[in-house]
Each structure stands twice: as C-alpha cells, then as structure tokens.
C-alpha cells in the first residue's frame, strides 16, 4: 500500500524544522554576547553589546512564539552553536576585545546568512514574519557589530 504524504503536514514540519534551527542560532547568540559583556571594561562598548544582546533575546521570543503557533515545540537550547559562545569566551580572555568582536561579527555573518539562505524552507506567511520583522533586526546587529569592529583599533 503507498503512503501518501500531506504536503500542508510536511511543509509545516519544513517551516518549523528551519525555525528552530533560526531560534538555536538566536540562542547562541545570547549567550556569546553575554559571556562577551562579563569580559568587556568599556562602559559604552558594553552598551552596544548589551543592546545587541536584547534585540537577540526580542528574536528568541519571537521565534519560540511562532514556532509555538505554528504547533512545534520551540528548541530550547543553542545545540552545536553553544560552542561558538566558548570559542567567543575564549578568543576574549586570550586575545583581547578585538578578537571577541571579530569572533561576534562573525557570528552576525553567519545569522545573515541563515536567515537570508533558508527562506525557501518557509510557508509564505511565516517567510513575511521573518522578512519583516527578524531580518531587519539581524541585520541592523550585524552592521551595529561591523561598525564596532572596524572602529576598534
């Protein structure tokens, strides 16, 4: 007997797979910039890390809610991106706040990329959510981290 396969069902799947993998990104995100703040001195270089940090943690939010509406259960942890955090914790101690903010700008590449690359993975309503508002966001903490590196001498 042949199975047949609800495309709805599997699109679904499709859209919330890509999602949580959006949302470990955004995690991991949080905490590299959090394990950047503890090691940074500089009160207004934190400021800016602490704000990309919070428009991260506004994209976490927003994403478990919609792969939550979505009817998935939202990834709870940074899987295999938890690892970028040590590397960024590490990079801070041994080669100072240059390299930590190499190491995040990176990690804001890499975010743009994601999100930019997986689109075709998404249901047209949830692809506008994502351009509309997670896109503009990650975009403006990429280029919020370009600015800073490239300013740090």
Not at 29 to 37: F, G, M, N, W
Not at 111 to 127: A, C, N, V
Request: hydrophobic letters at 35%; proline letters at 3%; a negative charge.
């Amino acid at each position: 007997m042949a199975t047949t396969v609800n495309y709805e069902s599997k699109a679904a799947e499709q859209t919330v797979d890509t999602l949580n993998s959006f949302l470990r990104g955004e995690i991991s995100a949080v905490e590299t910039y959090r394990q950047a703040i503890e090691k940074i001195d500089d009160p207004s270089l934190r400021a800016l890390l602490q704000e990309c940090s919070r428009s991260h943690e506004e994209r976490v939010a927003k994403l478990q809610q919609r792969v939550t509406l979505l009817g998935g259960s939202p990834s709870e942890g940074s899987g295999v991106w938890g690892g970028f955090a040590k590397v960024v914790e590490a990079g801070a101690k041994i080669f100072g706040v240059k390299a930590a903010l190499s190491a995040l700008e990176e990690g804001e590449d890499h975010g743009l990329r994601l999100y930019k690359d997986e689109m075709d993975k998404l249901d047209p309503s949830t692809r506008t959510f994502v351009t509309s508002e997670l896109l503009p966001a990650q975009q403006r903490s990429h280029d919020t981290m370009s600015n800073l590196k490239h300013s740090i001498h």
